[in-house]
């Protein structure tokens, strides 16, 4: 194993910074996460000993919308030159790779605190032989965006969720990228030997959809996965498959376990498990009294647990959270519980009997997919 390069990222606790670090933390083997705390940019020394410590730093931290635009281009910039000012203190070079916008040319205040705050660390770069890459982005989603913040697909999916009714205002056609793609934009401009030490390229758009159309699909997510328990059809590697763990991500914890509908007559029961538009893997395990299953968490699957014999206790945490979410299920009252992607979860037998799991998952289950990260709950 070689030396491993040292990332911090700015705007850590952020959409895009959150996403980021969580990715960056399937790289192991390549990354060491210098953590950042939003604070570091009122403490001079924190932020000094921050950019000492990195080989690389990911400046995304930015304001993105406030009644005042001037408010938006004057604290950007000012974060821009808090960062260079630390490198200059300390002697640091760092390679910065900072995240722009495909708004730099627009007429907006936003957009040219953007353009302004790269044109200031090319001028670091030059003058102290450090390496600056601007990654000019188009529009982004995923799961765990702020409604009214982040991006209209946040913002759509916060109020169908809550039962209300979205506007479109400019029905147009969208360039996006889904967040994880974005991480994986990131990641390779990290690992990149650089030949020249001030680049800037634009990150390539992976889908365009008209505004109404994504309204559509995710009203129909509401309608079949919220109201009738049933996954839709989304392709793997499929921007409904990303949309859908977008929307998915908006739905309260407490929306979870599910009862099942229970038939049953003089012969017994019959009990539907799982519906689907996609196709996908059912297999069931049985665990004996006090042993847990799982402890691992997936970044693009969509699974379903369901309890059909005995009792189990089903947790989940996201993995950058200490928040724990449990469920109780018995076989007597079948339910069922799906698994959020960024959530490690596990499921252990509570009860004094056998338990019986059945599960699904969208994709032929491989011990060995590189989409299972096993993390402690």
């Not at 959409?15 to 192991?28: A, V």
């Not at 790269?118 to 000019?136: C, F, H, M, P, Q």
């Not at 400019?170 to 991480?183: A, G």
Request: hydrophobic share 35%; with cysteine; glycine share 6%.
């Amino acid at each position: 194993m070689g030396q491993l390069i040292k990332v911090g990222i700015t705007g850590q606790n952020g959409f895009m910074g959150g996403h980021l670090y969580n990715f960056l933390g399937t790289k192991e083997e390549e990354i060491e996460r210098i953590a950042f705390q939003r604070d570091f940019f009122t403490s001079e020394n924190d932020l000094q000993q921050f950019v000492k410590s990195c080989d690389v730093i990911v400046h995304i931290a930015a304001m993105n919308r406030h009644e005042d635009q001037q408010v938006i281009y004057d604290t950007n910039v000012a974060l821009v030159q808090k960062l260079i000012d630390a490198c200059k203190t300390t002697e640091a070079v760092p390679k910065i790779i900072f995240s722009s916008s495909t708004q730099e040319e627009r007429d907006n205040l936003y957009g040219q605190s953007k353009r302004d705050g790269r044109k200031l660390l090319e001028d670091w770069a030059t003058a102290y032989n450090g390496a600056v890459a601007s990654l000019i982005i188009p529009n982004v989603f995923g799961p765990f965006g702020k409604p009214f913040y982040n991006s209209f697909i946040a913002t759509f999916s916060h109020q169908i969720v809550q039962g209300e009714q979205p506007t479109v205002i400019n029905d147009s056609t969208v360039n996006l990228i889904y967040i994880n793609e974005l991480s994986q934009a990131f990641y390779d401009e990290i690992i990149k030997e650089n030949a020249e030490n001030i680049q800037s390229y634009t990150v390539p758009h992976t889908s365009s959809r008209k505004v109404s159309e994504i309204l559509g699909l995710l009203k129909d997510f509401k309608t079949q996965y919220v109201d009738n328990g049933q996954v839709p059809k989304v392709d793997l590697n499929s921007f409904e498959l990303d949309l859908f763990n977008t929307f998915t991500s908006f739905i309260p914890k407490n929306y979870f376990p599910r009862k099942f509908t229970k038939h049953t007559d003089n012969r017994g029961a019959f009990v539907e498990i799982m519906r689907a538009g996609s196709a996908g893997q059912s297999s069931y395990s049985t665990t004996v009294p006090g042993i847990t299953r799982g402890n691992h968490y997936h970044t693009r699957k969509v699974e379903r647990f369901a309890v059909i014999s005995g009792k189990a206790s089903i947790q989940l945490r996201k993995i950058d959270s200490d928040e724990v979410f449990e469920y109780i299920l018995d076989g007597s009252e079948p339910a069922y519980v799906d698994m959020p992607i960024w959530y490690t979860h596990n499921i252990t037998n509570i009860g004094d009997t056998e338990l019986i799991t059945l599960f699904w998952i969208n994709e032929p289950y491989n011990p060995e997919d590189a989409d299972t990260y096993f993390v402690k709950v």
